[in-house]
């Protein structure tokens, strides 16, 4: 519930940026990128000043920014909970030491999949997440498509956001993001990401059922 709830916040904060910066485009503004700092307080001042040149822009700027401003705090709130809840849970801190998953990730998967038992493999959670490539068969033909995508969308967006930070932001090495780096050069950053995608989930699988950590030198599940 509350994972849900942080996720509407963020959603209702982007809607309300989309929304400002396609008004100000009209005017012939263009808000510049806006980083996490004071809570998108950079998105605030840009508003502000676009206010100040024209009289309607104004009027909206009075109108959005506390509400920008308020749904800033409520999600940040929310991540502190969020934190608090991962670290009281033994198994949250346990996945967290798979290198890009992070307490949201930790509690996103342990609610959607519940009971790890419910899998005969660990590699059978990246089917049950939509994460494996569809099959077409049709006598000797036998070709792998895209990714079938029928498993929880909030939990693969999760789990592809966890692999980009692994392939873009992680530099403590590991047989895991090596492996991933590799594939980047060879398929691409894409494949790479969504392939790496069914590899954490399979790797925090593991943990899970064996009551382990994440153990950077160990070779991978195929």
């Known amino acids: 519930m509350l994972i849900g709830a942080r996720e509407r916040l963020i959603r209702m904060r982007k809607d309300l940026e989309a929304h400002v910066r396609g008004v100000l485009k009209v005017f012939g503004i263009c808000m510049g990128s806006v ?3 004071n809570l ?7 508003f502000a000043e676009a ?3 024209n009289p309607a822009l104004g009027v909206m700027a009075d109108m959005f920014i506390p509400i920008h401003r308020a749904l800033c705090a409520a999600a940040e709130a929310m991540d502190e909970d969020l934190r608090l809840i991962a670290r009281q849970s033994g198994l949250a801190r346990r996945l967290m030491t798979v290198p890009g998953v992070g307490p949201v990730m930790a509690l996103s998967f342990i609610a959607t999949l519940d009971n790890a038992g419910r ?8 089917a049950f997440l939509g994460l494996t490539p569809r099959r077409h068969q049709s006598g000797d033909m036998d070709l792998s498509g895209r990714i079938s995508k029928c ?3 909030d939990l693969r967006r999760l789990l592809y ?3 980009t930070s ?3 932001q992680v530099r403590k090495p590991s047989q895991l993001r090596a492996w991933a780096k590799k594939l980047q050069d060879r398929k691409g950053f894409k494949k790479a990401a969504v392939a790496a995608s069914r590899k ?3 790797v925090m699988m593991c943990i899970w059922r064996d009551g382990t950590v994440f153990e950077p030198e160990k070779k991978l599940i195929t």
């Open 200 to 202: 954490l989930a399979v």
């Open 166 to 168: 692994l392939i873009t």
């Open 119 to 126: 899998f005969r493999r660990s590699r059978d959670v990246g």
């Open 51 to 53: 206010g100040q040149t």
């Open 40 to 46: 998108r307080q950079g998105f605030r001042d840009q």
């Open 151 to 153: 498993g929880d969308r």
């Open 35 to 37: 980083g996490r700092a």
């Open 161 to 163: 956001s966890a692999a």
